[in-house]
């Protein structure tokens, strides 16, 4: 606002002299209070540059306390000429709240009292108007307000209390901590937010920078020792207004704790430590704990323990519990007291963390441990920790494999007794002897079936039986050649009608249960006779393999179909074995095998037995059916002439003639007229007439007809073989015959029998004495019978 004039006298000072320019040493002032700034420079004068009023800023003390409006300034326009009709308008933040003007004289006032930690600043716009019209005689321009700054805020610290931490028997001045604080009042304006730090707690261990708050120890290493005293409080303050006197003061507290430092040696509780051990305790068991002290704590109490002399070096050892901090003795190597009854050695201890620059004393200590010795009933003792024998697997039932030998370790020298545990010899296949622990054979060993043999001897004391030990015996059977080779599985394979000689069809290998030092070397050959030479030869490939080849282009499934080709099969070991295996050869048809090209031998296997289950099944169904229909073969148990029944005991002789009608037999041609319907079998109901007629037909062969004996006697009267024959005929035609397995069977054994007939149905009654001596000319299959018959009743 160009015409408005500010009436502050501090603005006025600012602006006068803001107004004054040297020019020659010469000042130049306008009457109105414009200044005129000319510049000479040799005979030539600068323009004259007109300055405006600087009013747009105004300060307010911060904090009023009276009880009026607070004045700030005022504002007047050139339009205000004193009559009333100007209105000054006040916009901008708290405009009209915070702060108001009066709208006829332009007097600018505070409402209430003001922080400036809350707002520093305000801007505000000011304008003129025409109170009767409205309109703006000035254009609108904008002001700053800023508060000046009072000391109404104490420094505050970033934490309440602090905690740190310093070694102990650290130097003078070295740096624990730093602590902050802060002012909330104008930096800018006065010293209210200078800080100066003082401690007034903590003296004279501690001390601070007045103008950093750095904290540092004040006392020396000899002063700042942990086991003394380890923990410090120290109290801190902050005053503002540069420390002067009527400053604000803040403060905090600092908790210090001092840091071990490896500043003291470790030391033993006693200068010699004492300790009883048996003899029989085993190694690593422990014989005696040696406690030592440090005033350190953590690592810095970690103690090492170590053997540095004595006679107990080497039996011996020692090590810390990194629990309790303790020596532990333990035994090393197994103790003798008939060899060494005590012992003596000397123990040091040492921090594991070396820090010596403190130590007023040296950084170890050493101490003397007494070990004695007692004496106990040990077990017996034996030469080697096991023993290892190797033995052939052919070697002879009582040869001895070996021999352990155990003693008893005391002055008594109890004499030991050997025996076998036998948990580890179930077969009672070793035995020892009990005197001199020699190992024998009990049974026969094959190494075949177990090649090693692990058994436990056990040496116990013969006047302490509960004083015992035991050794672990390896027996290792060695391999002799006592097994042949033999084909590694069973081969099958085929082979065509149509083919080529010298044709590779199988190779063949083999496997032995032994196990020969230089490996296994087999070979192939054919057996030494039989026809297969001529038809399959064998080719030895030389790695234990062979193929075997077709010795001719063709073969015939009709003169054979399968070949069981003999295989001879020999290892070259000591003594050598040799097996023979049999590879069978079967023929096929290549049309065959050519139309089912899909199919494998299983698969054509498998389909073959489908179909013959198949028509097994339907044959067993129709023969049930068909057995269901039929009448029952017998009517009456009597009516049995016709058949010939077998039950398996002895007949009676010649008297018995209920069995069968022998007349039939001696005049076929009375039994060729009776009756067709007597002609029927009795044993059964016929339900149908034969359905061929009766045909004589010439005798079978004596092979194709069951050996039943016919007399002389019957031959004489009639053609007995005509009868059979027609008999025959007719129950191969009757429809109503019995199957097979129960049919009646008659044969005839024709006339040029060397024995003739053997039947006593012709023979004469007479009771006089037979000669049977004619049946010794029959030859050896009647040897028996001659014998029976021939010799004389005294004979039995």
């Known amino acids: 606002m160009r015409n408005i004039i500010l009436g502050i006298v501090c603005l006025c000072v600012c602006l006068t002299l803001d107004d004054a320019l040297a020019l020659n040493g010469r000042r130049t002032h306008t009457a109105d209070g414009e200044g005129i ?86 801007i505000l716009k000011a304008t003129v108007v025409n109170k009767w019209t409205g309109q703006k005689l000035e254009p609108e321009t904008e002001f700053i307000i800023k508060l000046h700054d009072i000391n109404d805020n104490e420094p505050k610290f970033s934490k309440e209390v602090y905690t740190a931490s310093v070694p102990e028997r650290s130097d003078i001045g070295t740096s624990v901590t730093q602590v902050t604080a802060t002012d909330a009042d104008d930096r800018m304006y ?21 103008n950093t708050g750095v904290i540092r120890t004040a006392l020396g290493p000899g002063d700042m020792d942990r086991e003394q005293r380890e923990h410090y409080q120290v109290v801190i303050e902050a005053k503002d207004m540069g420390g002067q006197r009527g400053g604000l003061t803040g403060s905090t507290v600092v908790k210090i704790t001092l840091t071990d430092v490896n500043d003291n040696p470790p030391r033993f509780t006693q200068s010699i430590y004492q300790f009883r051990v048996p003899e029989s305790s085993k190694s690593g068991s422990i014989v005696g704990r040696i406690q030592a002290t440090d005033k350190d704590i953590g690592k810095n109490s970690e103690m090492d323990f170590t053997i540095i002399s004595g006679d107990g070096m080497e039996m011996f050892d020692i090590s810390t519990d990194k629990e309790t901090q303790e020596g532990l003795i333990t035994v090393r190597k197994p103790l003798d007291y008939e060899k060494k009854p005590s012992y003596t050695i000397e123990i040091q201890v040492q921090n594991t963390q070396e820090y010596v620059r403190f130590m007023s004393s040296g950084p170890k200590d050493m101490a003397t441990v007494r070990l004695a010795v007692d004496d106990v009933d040990e077990p017996p003792v034996f030469e080697k920790a096991s023993y290892l024998y190797e033995v052939k697997e052919d070697v002879a039932v009582g040869t001895v494999v070996g021999s352990v030998s155990a003693m008893d370790p005391d002055r008594a020298r109890s004499i030991v007794n050997y025996s076998i545990d036998r948990r580890t010899d179930r077969g009672h296949l070793f035995n020892v002897y009990p005197m001199n622990g020699s190992v024998f054979l009990l049974k026969s060993l094959d190494r075949e079936t177990t090649a090693w043999h692990n058994i436990s001897i056990v040496a116990t004391e013969l006047n302490n039986p509960r004083q015992s030990s035991s050794v672990s015996v390896y027996i290792r059977l060695l391999d002799i050649n006592d097994n042949a080779p033999m ?18 069809i199988q190779i063949v290998s083999a496997v032995d249960a032994d196990e020969p030092s230089s490996g296994h070397k087999f070979s192939f050959s054919l057996a030494p006779k039989g026809t297969h030479h001529r038809n399959f030869s064998v080719r030895d490939n030389g790695d234990n393999t062979a193929g075997i080849l077709t010795g001719q282009a063709t073969y015939s499934r009709l003169h054979k179909s399968i070949y069981l080709v003999p295989v001879v099969i020999t290892d070259d070991d000591y003594p050598m074995q040799s097996s023979t295996g049999t590879l069978t050869v079967r023929l096929c048809n290549p049309e065959a095998l050519s139309s089912s090209p899909g199919l494998s031998t299983g698969a054509l296997i498998a389909i073959l037995l489908c179909v013959i289950i198949l028509l097994l099944v339907v044959v067993l169904v129709t023969a049930l059916k068909h057995q269901r229909k039929q009448e029952p073969l017998i009517i009456s148990k ?32 009375a039994a060729a007229t009776l009756d067709e319907g007597a002609k029927q079998r009795r044993d059964i109901i016929p339900t149908d007439t034969l359905l061929y007629p009766t045909v004589r037909h010439p005798a079978p062969a004596p092979s194709t007809l069951l050996m039943t004996p016919i007399s002389m006697a019957a031959r004489d009267n009639g053609d007995v073989c005509e009868f059979i024959n027609q008999r025959v005929m007719e129950n191969d035609c009757n429809p109503t015959a019995p199957p097979y397995d129960s049919l009646a069977t008659y044969a005839y054994e024709g006339a040029g029998s060397v024995a003739e007939s053997l039947s006593s149905l012709g023979s004469a009654s007479s009771e006089a004495e037979q000669d049977y001596n004619y049946l010794s000319d029959w030859g050896p299959r009647f040897r028996k019978l001659a014998d029976l018959y021939g010799a004389e009743d005294s004979d039995f």
């Not at 099958?492 to 044709?503: D, H, L, M, P, R």
């Not at 009597?638 to 005049?667: C, K, M, P, W």
Request: charged fraction near 30%; include cysteine; aromatic fraction near 12%.
């Open 487 to 504: 084909f590694a599985t069973v081969y099958e394979t085929f082979v065509c009608e149509k083919t080529k000689a010298g044709q590779r």
């Open 37 to 122: 700034e000319a510049a000479i420079r040799g005979e030539k004068l600068l323009k004259r540059v007109r300055r405006g009023w600087m009013w747009n800023q105004f300060f307010l003390q911060e904090e009023y306390t009276g009880s009026d409006y607070q004045y700030i300034g005022k504002l007047q326009s050139d339009q205000d000429h004193g009559d009333g009709s100007v209105k000054y308008v006040l916009s901008g933040e708290g405009a009209g709240t915070i702060f108001v003007i009066d709208e006829n004289n332009g007097d600018l006032h505070a409402t209430r009292r003001l922080d400036r930690e809350e707002k520093a600043f305000y």
């Open 638 to 669: 009597e009516d049995v002439r016709d058949n010939v029944v077998s039950y398996n005991d002895e007949g009676g002789g010649e008297e018995d003639t209920q069995a069968f009608d022998i007349g039939a037999l001696r005049h076929p041609a």
């Open 190 to 210: 006065g010293n209210s937010a200078k800080l100066v730090y003082s401690i007034s707690q903590g003296h004279p261990y501690f001390s601070v920078e007045p």
